[in-house]
């Protein structure tokens, strides 16, 4: 049962953000990948998510990017980015995303900033030239520009790099009215920044994750539920309401 309160901002808010983390796609049957250890998915983030590992041994890097590739190619949005996607209808909606998995867009999301970039998109080392490419798995480990013959990186931010668009997604939270948190952790800077930015602008904060976060202790409304179901919940009601 949604709240009245929460069900009343809704009916009333025109511009929101939703900020997104891992969560989301885990009932994709994307892994959220960061484990114990320092490990991803089994590897050691220094040597496949860093800028010296790339350096130090590209084929390695490639070999772990194309086995998720292949991962995320077999996965489907769920509800929750459908979801995400029929309410740009309703409003004046952005993703703020720290996914690379491109599940937003695949849902039909128009307006997405992904902060930790595409696994889908490429870059040359050399050039500097950025496409996607879709292909799975890749033919050629590791992969060459097709206009300069440079070695290819995946376009996402490694540790120790800046992430993207951070400029305009403050811009963006500064100025909704609701922001939707969902799935991520709250701990990952600076997109960790954005829910108190947008509280602190008078934005009301809807959470949405099975654990409690830092975004917890300010947080207006709180689904301590999985992504999809909250968001039949919340999408439903502003439907019947709306009727």
Not at 14 to 28: D, H, M, N, Q, Y
Request: aromatic share 10%.
């Amino acid at each position: 049962m949604m709240s009245d309160s929460l069900l009343n901002a809704l009916l009333h808010a025109k511009k929101v953000v939703t900020l997104t983390g891992a969560g989301i796609s885990a009932e994709s049957g994307i892994p959220t990948f960061r484990g114990a250890g320092g490990l991803w998915e089994g590897y050691p983030v220094e040597k496949v998510a860093t800028v010296e590992g790339f350096e130090k041994d590209p084929q390695l890097v490639w070999r772990f990017y194309n086995e998720r590739r292949v991962n995320i190619a077999k996965a489907a949005p769920n509800d929750a980015h459908i979801i995400l996607a029929k309410m740009e209808k309703i409003y004046d909606l952005w993703i703020i995303t720290q996914n690379i998995d491109g599940l937003h867009q695949k849902a039909g999301s128009r307006n997405v900033v992904e902060l930790h970039g595409n696994i889908w998109r490429v870059r040359c080392t050399n050039c500097g030239r950025v496409e996607y490419n879709y292909e799975v798995p890749l033919r050629e480990i590791p992969p060459r520009c097709k206009r300069c013959g440079g070695l290819l990186r995946p376009d996402v931010v490694w540790f120790g790099e800046p992430v993207y668009d951070i400029n305009k997604a403050y811009q963006l939270t500064e100025k909704c009215e609701i922001m939707f948190v969902i799935g991520t952790s709250a701990q990952v800077y600076p997109a960790a920044y954005l829910p108190r930015a947008a509280w602190s602008h008078g934005a009301k904060i809807v959470e949405i994750n099975p654990q409690e976060t830092p975004v917890s202790s300010y947080a207006d409304f709180i689904f301590r539920e999985s992504a999809t179901s909250a968001m039949r919940k919340i999408y439903q009601a502003i439907q019947e309401a709306s009727q």
